[in-house]
């Protein structure tokens, strides 16, 4: 399968601008779930730019309705 990777940067929601992995959707994926994070992409624009990414977090704005 290629990799659509200008298409994926067009719709990334990463803030984080010295990312290597902007619009290499399977390498950020695999990097944020190695880590016990779920990628920029899964929050809100407001939560995803406090950095906190952990599932932790994503769980208490699920809890709390913000996603």
Do not use: W
Request: with cysteine; aromatic share 8%.
């Amino acid at each position: 399968m290629e990799c659509k990777e200008s298409q994926n940067r067009a719709s990334c929601a990463c803030t984080y601008e010295p990312c290597s992995r902007k619009g290499l959707c399977c390498e950020c994926i695999r990097y944020h779930l190695r880590h016990r994070e779920l990628p920029g992409c899964c929050f809100s624009p407001e939560a995803e730019k406090g950095y906190d990414r952990s599932f932790e977090h994503f769980a208490r704005l699920v809890s709390q309705g913000q996603i």
